[in-house]
T-cell receptor
Framework: DTGVSQDPRHKITKRGQNVTFRCDPI?????LYWYRQTLGQGPEFLTY????????KSRLLSDRFSAERPKGSFSTLEIQRTEQGDSAMYLC??????????FGPGTRLLVL | KQEVTQIPAALSVPEGENLVLNCSFT??????LQWFRQDPGKGLTSLLL?????REQTSGRLNASLDKSSGRSTLYIAASQPGDSATYLC?????????????FGTGTRLTVIP
């Protein structure tokens, strides 16, 4: 399967802990996106990479959030000092230049 | 800021019916519009992408139309099947230089009753 993959699929953590999620995009795609989706809502944009450069960040991405894409391949999203409000589905997508965004299965985070 | 609205929020139809899902957006300066399907607890599957210069796209039993000037899109599903039950999301991409994110609606939850 050459689709977008995300790991882990589920994460339960206690408030105040740090968590890190990984996204592996479709191999030939140079663009990678992170979105957050809460229950009953559509996904909201968090950040965007073109190759290894992080070119856009949403105001939703507080200073507790950091994303990287070393070498322009996989990406990681880290949340420091998690809060209950961080509980959501974190979705990763990839695309080639201006084309359809293909989404991964998501990582569901629950902060207790 | 672009706002995307989907009506209705939920829809139940008997198997075999044709149906229309609606999407409206406030800023007509879009680059493209995508329709996605999302099954419970899962990621998004892209169904159709319409570029701003296009009026419609078709894939199998699905037909999506775009009226950019009025800020509206519809997704038509013909001969609905129980397997079509899912949440359908529309998303628009702005045409500003450097804008790459999608703005999503809240979705229409479709149930097709056997």
């Amino acid at each position: 399967d050459t689709g977008v993959s995300q790991d882990p699929r589920h994460k339960i953590t206690k408030r105040g802990q740090n968590v890190t999620f990984r996204c592996d995009p479709i191999s030939e795609h140079n663009r990678l996106y992170w979105y957050r989706q809460t229950l009953g809502q559509g996904p909201e944009f968090l950040t965007y990479f073109q190759n290894e450069a992080q070119l856009e960040k949403s105001r939703l991405l507080s200073d507790r959030f950091s994303a990287e894409r070393p070498k322009g391949s996989f990406s990681t999203l880290e949340i420091q000092r998690t809060e209950q409000g961080d509980s959501a589905m974190y979705l990763c997508a990839s695309s080639s230049f201006f084309e359809t965004q293909y989404f991964g299965p998501g990582t569901r985070l629950l902060v207790l | 800021k672009q706002e995307v609205t989907q009506i209705p929020a939920a829809l139940s139809v008997p198997e075999g019916e044709n149906l229309v899902l609606n999407c409206s957006f406030t800023d007509s300066a879009i680059y493209n519009l995508q329709w996605f399907r999302q099954d419970p607890g899962k990621g998004l599957t892209s169904l159709l992408l319409i570029q701003s210069s296009q009026r419609e796209q078709t894939s199998g039993r699905l037909n999506a139309s775009l009226d950019k000037s009025s800020g509206r899109s519809t997704l038509y599903i013909a001969a609905s099947q129980p397997g079509d039950s899912a949440t359908y999301l529309c998303a628009v991409k702005g045409d500003e230089t450097g804008a790459n994110n999608l703005f999503f609606g809240t979705g229409t939850r479709l149930t097709v009753i056997p």
